[in-house]
C-alpha cells in the first residue's frame, strides 16, 4: 500500500511539474516574422541534408501552434520549398528551429524526438549584425542557440558519424542590425542631432559676418 500511495504521489507531482512547465510558454514570432541562414556541411550528408542555404518565414501563429515556410538551397542548386506546422506546447519543433521565448538558465522545453532539453546558459552573441541575447543548449548531436527574445535558432551544429552541419543567422527582420556600432535608432538620432548643430553654427557664422 505504502509503495503504491508513493508511486501515485510521484505521477502527480511529475503531472503538475509538466503542467507547470507548459503553463509558462511564451511565442516570440508573429506572421511576416523571417530570417536566413547560411550552411556549411563537411563529410557525406544524408539525403536532403546537403543545404548550404535557408530561409524561414513565419506564415501563421495561433496559440502555441506556428507554421512556417522553409525555403532551402542545395549544394547542386536546386532549392526545395515547403511548410512545417510547428507546435511549442506539444513539441512538434522541427529541428528545433522555435522554442519557447524568455527562457533561463535551467529551464526546460519538450522535444517530441529528442526529450526535455534543458538551458545551460545565457548570453551576449552577435548575429545578423547585432548583439543579442541568446540561450544555449545541448542534446547528444547538436549545439544550439536561440535567440532569447524570439525564441528562434540562430546557430547550430550538428555532429553524425558521416557528416557535420553548421548554420547560422546572417539576415532577419526580427532585429536591425548595427550602423557603425550602434542602434540604428540612437545612429540615425546622432546623425539628426549633429545636421541641426551644423545648421545652427552656419547660421550663427552668417548673422555675424553680417
Do not use: C
Not at 522535444?111 to 545551460?120: A, E, L, P
Not at 545578423?128 to 547550430?156: C, Q, S
Request: hydrophobic content about 40%; charged content about 20%.
Amino acid at each position: 500500500m505504502n509503495r503504491k500511495l508513493g508511486f501515485t504521489i510521484f505521477l502527480f507531482i511529475a503531472f503538475i511539474g509538466v503542467g507547470n512547465v507548459l503553463a509558462e510558454i511564451s511565442v516570440g514570432v508573429k506572421k511576416g516574422d523571417y530570417i536566413e541562414y547560411q550552411v556549411a556541411f563537411t563529410g557525406t550528408p544524408s539525403e536532403g541534408h546537403d543545404v548550404t542555404w535557408a530561409r524561414m518565414e513565419i506564415k501563421e501563429v495561433q496559440g502555441e501552434s506556428v507554421s512556417v515556410e522553409i525555403t532551402s538551397t542545395h549544394a547542386n542548386g536546386t532549392q526545395e520549398n515547403f511548410v512545417a506546422n510547428l507546435n511549442l506546447k506539444t513539441g512538434q519543433l522541427g529541428d528545433d528551429l522555435i522554442i519557447p521565448a524568455n527562457l533561463n538558465i535551467g529551464d526546460m522545453f519538450f522535444d517530441i524526438n529528442v526529450g526535455n532539453i534543458t538551458i545551460s546558459d545565457v548570453e551576449e552573441r552577435t548575429y545578423a549584425g547585432a548583439t543579442r541575447t541568446v540561450v544555449h543548449a545541448t542534446t547528444p548531436e547538436t549545439t544550439y542557440y536561440w535567440d532569447k527574445a524570439t525564441g528562434i535558432l540562430v546557430e547550430g551544429k550538428s555532429t553524425f558519424p558521416d557528416y557535420t552541419i553548421s548554420t547560422i543567422a546572417d539576415k532577419t527582420n526580427m532585429w536591425q542590425p548595427k550602423l557603425f556600432g550602434l542602434d540604428p535608432t540612437v545612429f540615425y538620432a546622432f546623425v539628426g542631432a549633429t545636421v541641426l548643430i551644423v545648421i545652427g553654427l552656419a547660421f550663427l557664422i552668417v548673422r555675424r559676418k553680417k
